[in-house]
């Protein structure tokens, strides 16, 4: 009793304004290791380092909470390491706000990656992923065929450009040697291969947490099992009420723990019946927040659909984190659904890549178009980077691939995009958010 009360102390949430005419509001998460105005994104640091930024920097930008994956420091036994040094905060030398997910998305999508030629995050969506790959937007009849493909489950796995070659590699080898999946799912936990060496790993709710609890992440994750857009009603059911007791392992596992919170993951896929069951189970735990996970829907347009069955079911005071969406529109779509946390590596894979954000849309700066142009990224953005370069230095550093040039686009994009936050929460405070939103989206 005396511990929930301390962590009452160190953690709460309280909404400050609910927004008129959607379900959108603004809140404030108080931490140990400070406050976060939401709605808000977590930069992701996977491995524990933001991709071409520092912490310092991104917080200097506005960054109130970074997001750090498990997984990574369990396959190597890393974690023992950061034990040692008394946890995450101490081993990275931040006093910033942290969360920790299970280490079970990236487990999962590592067996389903494979079974369903679905990707990873970018790519979850896998009538988007074609359409990306056909390179046609426009042509109807092929969004038809494709759509009546999934729905008949004629997906064609072996096509998808967007399964790692590496996890293939390992995968043909596996299967070569054992004749199995590269991950077995039990009640107990889930096995499956290291797609780094190929070694033998065992994950359960219990050992997730002990990891988590050993990192000490302000906010942590409970361990659930992350289905594919392409798993079937039967076995997203049967997954689901895996993860429901899952749940309680993990809750077990992490009573009496100090100075951090849980958030419990609401799944059931795309099915309205399971997302409604799964809300209402994970919704009567204590779970300090939730986490919405697993698929969304075969296309973007199918979250709004899934928020709109699950967010009406759970406590309104308690924050919701929608796991791994982050583009520009499903951001502002989810916020009105009442989302109030995100994470996201699209800032800083985008840079690598030669992305940057504008508020007129993506561009490529890889493109030769750019070669000569003397604005800004951005001629909107108040960042360093847009107030000192040209489009044709950064284009010319990333045709070179002169890391220089990833560093000034990412310095950008994570500026742009906890600007983008800022520019949400303020519009929210004097009622113009749906001006914000038209404004961006003719874009986005
Ligand atoms: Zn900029």
Not at 1 to 23: A, V
Not at 315 to 337: A, C, T, V
């Amino acid at each position: 009793m005396r511990i929930i009360e301390l962590n009452k102390k160190m953690f709460s949430f309280k909404i400050i304004k609910k927004d008129k005419n959607t379900k959108a509001r603004l809140g404030i998460l108080k931490t140990p290791h400070g406050i976060i105005h939401t709605p808000n994104i977590a930069i992701v640091a996977t491995k524990g380092s933001i991709r071409g930024i520092s912490f310092d920097l991104a917080k200097k930008f506005g960054g109130e909470i970074f997001m750090i994956n498990t997984f990574h420091f369990f396959h190597n036994d890393r974690y023992k390491i950061v034990e040692k040094f008394g946890g995450l905060h101490k081993f990275l030398n931040i006093n910033y706000p942290l969360m920790t997910d299970s280490g079970g998305f990236q487990v999962f999508s590592l067996g389903f990656g494979l079974e369903h030629g679905v990707g990873k995050v970018a790519d979850i969506f896998p009538l988007e992923a074609r359409i990306n790959a056909d390179n046609n937007n426009t042509n109807k009849s092929r969004i038809k065929r494709i759509n009546h493909e999934l729905n008949n489950n004629e997906f064609e796995i072996n096509s998808s450009p967007f399964v790692n070659n590496s996890y293939n590699n390992i995968r043909n080898k596996f299967a070569k040697k054992n004749q199995k999946s590269l991950v077995k799912i039990f009640e107990e936990g889930v096995e499956f291969i290291s797609p780094y060496d190929g070694k033998n790993l065992f994950l359960s709710p219990e050992l997730s947490i002990k990891i988590q609890k050993i990192l000490k992440a302000d906010i942590i994750f409970a361990f659930d099992e992350c289905t594919s857009p392409l798993s079937s009603y039967e076995y997203t059911k049967q997954a689901m009420k895996r993860t429901h007791r899952w749940a309680l392992r993990c809750l077990e596992e992490f009573k009496g723990t100090k100075n951090q919170v849980m958030f419990g993951i609401v799944q059931g896929g795309e099915y309205e019946d399971l997302r409604k069951e799964s809300a209402k189970f994970i919704n009567s735990l204590p779970f300090f927040g939730f986490g919405i996970g697993g698929s969304l829907g075969k296309s973007k347009k199918d979250i709004i659909k899934v928020l709109n069955w699950t967010i009406p079911l759970l406590d309104e005071n308690k924050p919701r984190h929608l796991l791994g969406i982050g583009e520009i529109d499903d951001i502002f779509h989810s916020i009105e659904q009442g989302i109030d946390l995100f994470d996201c590596i699209i800032p800083t894979r985008w840079a690598r890549h030669g992305t940057g954000f504008t508020s007129k849309g993506r561009i490529n700066l890889k493109s030769s178009k750019y070669i000569t142009d003397k604005k800004p990224i951005d001629p909107e953005c108040k960042c360093n980077v847009c107030q000192k370069y040209s489009r044709a230095y950064i284009c010319h550093l990333l045709k070179e691939k002169e890391i220089y040039g990833i560093i000034l686009l990412t310095e950008h994009n994570v500026f742009w995009i906890l600007n983008l936050f800022k520019e949400i929460r303020k519009a929210l405070k004097n009622d113009q958010f749906q001006q914000l939103k038209k404004r961006l989206l003719k874009y986005w």
